[in-house]
């Protein structure tokens, strides 16, 4: 990490780059936040108001203790 933070990445020559740098705060730190909250966001829709569309139909199916699945056979 300290070499990449000194040199830069993928600087085979050694070549001085400290004009072409951006800081990462506030810049990349608020871009990474964003980005976080929008996925938290979309995801907590799913969980809060439709949570049985991210599950497997075979989960609604009622359970018969009389007969076994035809996807579960002997080997």
């Known amino acids: 990490m300290a070499a990449v933070h000194n040199d830069g990445s993928n600087n085979p020559l050694g070549i001085s780059s400290h004009s072409d740098k951006i800081a990462f705060f506030p810049y ?3 871009k ?3 980005g976080l909250v929008a996925f938290l ?3 907590s829709f ?3 108001y439709s949570p049985n569309s ?3 139909p075979d989960n609604y199916i009622p359970a018969n203790p009389m007969s ?6 002997p080997e």
Do not use: R
Request: charged content about 10%; proline content about 5%; glycine content about 4%.
């Open 32 to 34: 990474d936040t964003l």
């Open 41 to 43: 966001i979309f995801f």
């Open 68 to 73: 076994t699945p035809e996807h579960i056979v």
């Open 46 to 48: 799913f969980i809060y």
């Open 28 to 30: 990349f730190f608020i």
């Open 54 to 56: 991210l599950g497997h």
